[in-house]
């Protein structure tokens, strides 16, 4: 997936202890592990935007390594 890279590292950096974790952490850590793989410069892009993007891929869990939680909606709707 490209997304700016901003929004890249914030997704695979976080960590609970920064102001940075929102969220969309909660849920991309609890279904997946997500990887920074390269950034890709501005000037790739027609018309030039005035940020980077960046590859971001996420290898999905299998159900089993998911966190341990009564239930995913009452889990899911206390985090957001």
């Known amino acids: ?4 890279e901003e929004t890249a590292v ?3 950096e976080s960590s609970l202890r920064t ?3 929102r ?3 909660v849920f991309v850590n609890f279904y997946s592990e997500p990887e920074y793989n390269f950034r890709v410069p501005r000037t790739n ?3 030039q935007p005035n940020v980077d993007a960046a590859v971001v891929t996420f290898r999905l869990k299998q159900a089993l390594d998911y966190p341990s939680v009564a239930s995913t909606k009452s889990f899911f709707s206390m985090v957001g």
């Open 1 to 4: 997936m490209i997304v700016l």
């Open 19 to 21: 102001s940075e974790y």
């Open 45 to 47: 892009f027609f018309p």
């Open 23 to 25: 969220p969309i952490n």
């Open 10 to 12: 914030r997704l695979v």
